[in-house]
């Protein structure tokens, strides 16, 4: 934290990692939940881009509690999404106890909040200016944050709860905005492993690409600016 440029990075570090061990201790036992270095490494990586941003603004040193508030921030960006409801409400109180005062934003995106908007109009969704929509905003915002973060990213749920549709919705509203986009969309499970992954004539000696393979060919050959998902549903 102190590479990054926090200057009370000794106090807030105490604060986060006691955040990380009370969250395992009290939060239910997922499969998905991980309060290990690696999911801390992606909050830190974070949390030192929100700071850096913060002093390009004209910023040339943050108070104790301008830095809590980033930190938390980064915190609350790349946990929430992973937790279940009831874990959500015990994540925002243990926050609230250790960084007391501080209140962040969540993640905010104005060009793709109306973007998202037009499309779920187009598409007959729930209205999202609700309250239980702008909780479906939140989750559409959290998605797409995700997305930025992570190589690789999974959408968890029962069946019919709108996974399929979260990831249709953000990716036409990136492409109303003008960001390309490609997708490969397969299910792993309608075909043997073969013809998903691929195989080798042991005569021969000839590969044969798969489905999962061939989307990967087709990824690679994107230009640079084209953002590729290779969705399994």
């Known amino acids: 934290m ?16 006691a955040l990380f061990l009370l969250s395992k201790q009290l939060l ?22 929100l700071v850096q941003e913060a002093k390009a603004d004209g910023t040339t040193e943050l108070g104790e509690d301008a830095e809590s508030l980033l930190l938390l921030k980064a915190v609350r960006i790349n946990t929430m999404s992973k937790l279940a409801f009831a874990d959500g409400h015990r994540f925002e109180a243990l926050c609230v106890d250790l960084f007391p005062g501080i209140a962040p934003k969540d993640i905010e995106y ?23 929509g702008k909780v479906q905003m939140k989750k559409f915002l959290q998605f797409a944050e995700a997305c930025q973060q992570r190589m690789g990213v999974v959408i968890v ?56 393979t061939a989307s990967a060919r087709q990824v690679i050959k994107e230009d640079m600016e084209t953002h590729s998902w290779v969705i399994c549903d």
């Not at 990054?4 to 106090?11: D, L, P, Q, R, S």
């Not at 690696?38 to 974070?46: A, D, M």
């Not at 060009?111 to 729930?126: D, F, N, P, T, Y």
């Not at 069946?159 to 003008?178: D, I, N, P």
């Open 2 to 17: 102190f590479a990054e440029g926090y200057m009370h990075a000794k106090v807030l570090a105490q604060k986060v990692v």
């Open 28 to 49: 239910s036992p997922q499969q998905h939940y991980d309060w290990g270095l690696r999911s801390l490494k992606s909050i830190l990586t974070l949390a030192g881009r």
């Open 110 to 132: 104005a060009e793709l909040e109306e973007k998202i908007m037009e499309v779920s109009g187009e598409m007959k969704l729930a209205a999202l200016d609700t309250a239980a």
């Open 157 to 212: 749920g029962p069946s019919g709860c709108g996974k399929s549709t979260l990831w249709k919705v953000v990716e036409q509203a990136y492409k109303r905005m003008g960001h390309k986009r490609a997708k490969h969309v397969m299910n792993p499970k309608s075909m043997p492993r073969q013809q998903l992954l691929g195989h080798m004539d042991h005569d021969t000696r000839e590969w044969f690409d798969g489905v999962l």
